[in-house]
């Protein structure tokens, strides 16, 4: 089943190793955050689908993230260095293909983040710093791996002319929606624990863009840095 005119749809996170799982409390702090609410690590993937393999993942050499700022207000338009996942997300990035599903006669660029949202009495759970968004990608994924005692956390899809949701749901762990980032804007209210307590939000983010279109290397960068990058 394939992206409709909605253009999203929810579908399962596919069964993870428990390696992945315990990666999380693990992430370092995102240094570039007002604050240390959000932690996180990073990589870039090539995919290419052969008839006998399915998609195929090749890890990308290390590089910084970065956003124009047309898309990210708050932190684009430099470049982020964040150390890099020492997880495989074979199995994550494969589902999200399938399920839009890519057009297996080109290859693929993939980013892959993995966050902690974090709350407590000292740390507000921001979730979206930048409010309701657009990634500046083709395709998105975000997968929620885990919730452990929060409320908040709503995602919610938005159209490009008005900040009216048309959809509104808490994913739980082991939910995942995928969106055609290019035609809507998405968010994710904040979480917060109880008084004196700890929680955290566990999550996936990934975004697909055809290999010639990649947002990946210097040339791309250079782009982001200068502003011509649209």
């Known amino acids: 089943m394939a992206l409709d005119e909605r253009h999203y749809r929810f579908f399962p996170v596919p069964k993870l190793d428990d390696s992945v799982l315990r990666e999380f409390p693990t992430l370092p702090v995102d240094r570039y955050c007002d604050g240390k609410f959000r ?15 399915g998609w195929q993942l090749e890890l990308l ?12 207000g708050v932190t684009g338009g430099r470049l982020r260095d964040f150390d890099p996942l020492r997880i495989d997300p074979g199995p994550l990035v494969r ?10 006669a080109t290859d ?25 968004h657009q990634d500046g990608h083709t395709f998105s994924v975000i997968a929620v791996i885990d919730r452990v005692n929060i409320t908040g956390g709503e995602t919610q899809l938005l159209p490009m002319d008005s900040d009216e949701p048309f959809v509104r749901t808490v994913l739980r762990p082991g939910q995942a929606v995928v969106l055609d980032d290019r035609k809507m804007r998405h968010y994710a209210t904040d979480i917060a624990a109880p008084p004196g307590e700890h929680g955290h939000r566990d999550i996936f983010l990934l975004a697909y863009n055809t290999w010639p279109e990649r947002r990946y290397g210097e040339a791309y960068e250079k782009a982001v840095l200068a502003g011509t990058w649209c």
Do not use: M
């Open 108 to 132: 693929w660029q993939v980013d892959v983040h993995q966050w902690r949202i974090v709350s407590d009495d000292s740390t507000r759970g921001v979730s979206v710093p930048e409010g309701p």
């Open 39 to 53: 932690h996180r690590r990073f990589s870039q993937y090539r995919i290419a689908h052969s008839a006998t393999a």
């Open 95 to 104: 589902a999200g293909a399938e399920e839009v599903p890519l057009d297996t």
């Open 61 to 72: 050499p290390h590089r910084p993230f970065c956003q124009a700022t047309k898309f990210n």
